[in-house]
């Protein structure tokens, strides 16, 4: 999976709880990026990074907060867990802009009860 | 919302067939991507193709992009069993990280 790694993989938590994902790559890829995978859904994405401290929203960034304190870590954070983020969540790198191609994590199945 | 869509949603082929999977999108794109997805994994590039392209080969894969109809295939020649898995295409406009994924087509190989 190409230097990248997912904590944890997987977790169940209860409604109005935290929740911290954390992505870490050893690629020193400049950009990094959260994506949620539902049935019928395919990706969408959730937030983005473009370089240390600096993040930007995506598709479906209403209830997530991300932080990068470091080039090789990407913390997505659940700020009060809601039953539809039940989801698997990815994480994905990329050298450059997404002008090039992605490079994926394993997965975080993540459970809202 | 998606900006791809693909098609068909499933597809069960005996091996050593080919196997074709559209995908077709709604805006101007800067360019096109497939991925696969075995069960349980993470998402694998297999392909990148640029809208001033029309072809591109890679091993067993051929694609395809129409721009004028907005549209992508992806064929695999002389399917294998390992060959089994969810692919998506995924555009990307502009020069921007807003990378939109169809739901995907889960196609099936049998030995």
């Known amino acids: 999976d190409a230097g990248i790694t997912q904590s944890p993989r997987h977790k169940v938590t209860e409604t109005g709880t935290p929740v911290t994902l954390r992505c870490h790559q050893t690629?020193?890829?400049?950009?990094m990026y959260w994506y949620r995978q539902d049935p019928g859904h395919g990706l969408r994405l959730i937030h983005y990074?473009?370089?240390?401290?600096?993040?930007d929203k995506g598709e479906v960034s209403d209830g997530y907060s991300v932080s990068r304190s470091k080039t090789e870590d990407f913390l997505l954070t659940l700020e009060s867990a809601t039953s539809s983020q039940t989801s698997v969540y990815f994480c994905a790198i990329s050298g450059s802009s997404a002008s090039y191609e992605q490079y994926f994590g394993p997965g975080t199945r993540l459970t809202v009860t | 919302s998606q900006q791809g869509e693909e098609d068909p949603q499933a597809l069960s082929i005996q091996e050593g067939e080919n196997a074709t999977m559209n995908c077709s999108y709604k805006?101007?794109?800067?360019?096109l991507q497939w991925y696969r997805q075995n069960s349980g994994r993470g998402l694998v590039h297999l392909i990148l193709?640029?809208?001033?392209?029309r072809e591109k080969h890679s091993g067993r894969l051929r694609v395809t992009l129409d721009t004028s109809k907005k549209s992508s295939s992806l064929l695999i020649t002389a399917s294998r069993a390992a060959d089994t898995a969810s692919y998506f295409c995924?555009?990307?406009?502009?020069?921007?990280?807003?990378?939109?994924f169809g739901a995907g087509t889960r196609l099936t190989v049998k030995p």
């Open positions: 690629e020193n890829h400049r950009y």
């Open positions: 193709i640029r809208s001033n392209e």
């Open positions: 990074s473009y370089g240390v401290k600096d993040t």
């Open positions: 805006t101007s794109i800067n360019n």
């Open positions: 995924a555009t990307v406009k502009g020069n921007n990280n807003d990378m939109r």
